[in-house]
């Protein structure tokens, strides 16, 4: 494994140990600060791999992180955070997890990466969010987007927004 200095420094490094290497895209995103990012890519294209990678890096090296995955369905916000655990695993477990399970990783350094199903109802009790995916976001309905933005506005946290096309419709489009 490389260094935590290494990682910190590369993003990108966490694919690498996985055995991928970025595409120039994928560290370009990596390396970014843009507060808002919108992915619109193909399937299989590495949009939830490399957004994965970013979610591990904010959680490692944010100390308090608070990263939410949401996707329309609970099993596909499970799916890209078995992305984010399989990373972590890969890394050799850099910080120690103090809690584990299939939905939700925290860390010793008060970081959590949480994942979410889609439903504005049953979301809105989270504040100071450092970091929010919004997966397959061209299928996530407005309402659902309007409120999830207010979770950004006192952490001044980043919102990244992948999805492959959906037509001419909704805050995506």
């Given at each position: 494994?490389?260094?935590?200095?290494?990682?910190?420094?590369?993003?990108?490094?966490?694919?690498?140990?996985?055995?991928l290497?970025a595409?120039?895209?994928?560290?370009?995103?990596?390396?970014s600060?843009?507060?808002?990012?919108?992915?619109?890519?193909?399937?299989q294209?590495?949009k939830s791999?490399?957004?994965?990678?970013?979610a591990?890096?904010?959680?490692?090296?944010?100390?308090g992180?608070?990263?939410?995955?949401?996707s329309?369905?609970?099993?596909?916000?499970?799916?890209?955070?078995?992305?984010?655990?399989?990373?972590?695993?890969?890394?050799?477990?850099?910080?120690?997890?103090?809690?584990?399970?299939?939905?939700?990783?925290?860390?010793?350094?008060?970081?959590?990466?949480?994942?979410?199903?889609?439903?504005?109802?049953?979301?809105?009790?989270?504040?100071?969010?450092?970091l929010?995916?919004?997966?397959?976001?061209?299928?996530?309905?407005?309402?659902?987007?309007?409120?999830?933005?207010?979770?950004?506005?006192?952490s001044?946290?980043?919102?990244?927004a992948?999805?492959t096309?959906?037509?001419?419709?909704?805050w995506?489009y």
């Amino acid at each position: 494994m490389r260094s935590l200095f290494a990682l910190a420094l590369d993003p990108a490094l966490i694919l690498h140990e996985q055995g991928l290497e970025a595409d120039p895209w994928q560290r370009e995103l990596l390396l970014s600060n843009d507060r808002q990012v919108l992915l619109n890519c193909s399937r299989q294209a590495g949009k939830s791999t490399v957004v994965s990678a970013l979610a591990l890096h904010t959680a490692l090296f944010t100390e308090g992180a608070l990263v939410l995955l949401l996707s329309p369905s609970q099993r596909q916000s499970g799916e890209i955070f078995r992305k984010v655990r399989d990373a972590y695993h890969a890394l050799g477990r850099p910080v120690r997890a103090i809690y584990e399970t299939q939905l939700r990783l925290e860390l010793a350094n008060g970081s959590r990466v949480v994942c979410l199903p889609g439903r504005e109802e049953t979301i809105r009790s989270f504040g100071g969010v450092r970091l929010l995916v919004l997966d397959e976001a061209a299928r996530i309905p407005d309402d659902l987007y309007r409120s999830v933005r207010p979770m950004l506005a006192t952490s001044q946290g980043r919102l990244v927004a992948l999805s492959t096309p959906f037509g001419r419709r909704g805050w995506f489009y």
